[in-house]
Structures are given as structure tokens and as C-alpha cells.
């Protein structure tokens, strides 16, 4: 298949300002020219790392899942193990590191399953999905001071019901379970 992604319509950036930087939080707002002409003199874009979502599962076939409380939505919901791509690391060193650091799971045959743009129209990052199957437990947890992570082992048929029930909120882990309940 073609790649349709490109950067022909690409704005000119004349001037840029940073509003925030925080770890967590880093918004600027942009001056741009537009390819007619036109200039938009208040853009904004949230500056974040690139993500990493795995769907693992286990030597017995189980999906490694989690349930932890998400402030923004106000909701404990289950969710895939994630985090955040850190400086110097790959997005499968990553994806491999937070498995391990929030669910005690490793190992396993590994694929870069999809990479997605949370939201290209303000957000500057990638979400890399990843697919492991045959990991096995080989340690606790270890979690960051702020984390409070349950884990859990599902049937995957329990999970694609989640899924189709709306009980996967997430979107950048709803998109990789559908491609991998449906799709491929």
C-alpha cells in the first residue's frame, strides 16, 4: 500500500512560545503561514514523549491487563500496560521496561503491532502499540510513587467483550484490541 502521509501541506512556522513546560505538561503556542498565505497567529500544540501500549499475553494465553484510577476522566478503568518512551530508549526497550516494571511479566516472542497519533491536530506524539505473546511472570511490581496499578489475567474472550461493551475508555489502547479482536 502507498503511504499517504506527508508533509506537502506543511505550515511555515514564524515564531513559537513556550507557555508551560512542565514533565508532564508543555504547550506552546505558534505563529504559523498557512501554504495560501493566510497566517494563524494562535496555535496551540501539547508537547508530550512518545507512549508505549502492550497487549501481552501470557504462556497459558491469558491477557495481562490492568485496573488503575485515571484523574482526568475521574474513572478506574482497565487498561493495557503503558507508560512513556524515556531519552535513549527504543519504543520495544520501553514497551519491554514498563511491562516488566508494572506487571512483573517478561519474556515472550514480541511485534510492533500499530503506531498511532493521539491527536495530530494539538498533540506532538506517537503511541507505539506492541504485541507479546508467551510472557511469562518473573518478578513484582515496581512501580513509580504516583502508580497504583492492579493487575489482572483475563480470557481474551472476556476482554473483546469489554471491548465491545464500551468498557475500554482508552482510545489509544481500544485501537490496537480491535485490530487485534477484528482485524489485522
Known amino acids: 500500500m502507498e503511504n499517504t502521509i506527508g508533509t506537502d501541506k506543511k505550515w511555515e512556522i514564524l515564531s513559537s512560545e513556550y507557555l508551560i513546560r512542565r514533565p508532564w505538561l508543555t504547550a506552546r503556542k505558534d505563529v504559523a503561514r498557512l501554504p495560501d498565505g493566510r497566517i494563524n497567529d494562535e496555535y496551540y500544540v501539547l508537547e508530550y514523549p512518545d507512549w508505549v501500549n502492550i497487549i501481552a499475553l501470557t504462556e497459558e494465553g491469558q491477557m495481562v ?39 512483573g511479566y517478561a519474556g515472550g516472542e514480541w511485534e510492533e503491532w500499530m503506531c498511532l ?33 492492579e ?16 468498557q475500554i475508555l482508552q482510545a ?4 490496537p484490541l480491535w485490530k487485534f479482536f477484528f482485524g489485522r
Open 117 to 149: 497519533s493521539p491527536n495530530p491536530a494539538t498533540s506532538n506524539n506517537l503511541a507505539h502499540s506492541f504485541l507479546a505473546r508467551g510472557v511469562k511472570k518473573v518478578s513484582g511490581q515496581h512501580l513509580d510513587a504516583t502508580e497504583d496499578i
Open 172 to 175: 489509544l489502547m481500544a485501537a
Open 65 to 103: 491487563l490492568e485496573r488503575q484510577y485515571r484523574h482526568g476522566l475521574g474513572n478506574t478503568c482497565y487498561e493495557l500496560p503503558c507508560g512513556v518512551i524515556e531519552a535513549g530508549e527504543s519504543p520495544l526497550e520501553a514497551a519491554r521496561r514498563e511491562l516488566l516494571e508494572e506487571t
Open 151 to 166: 493487575v489482572f489475567l483475563k480470557d481474551p474472550e472476556y476482554v473483546r467483550e469489554l471491548l465491545v461493551d464500551n
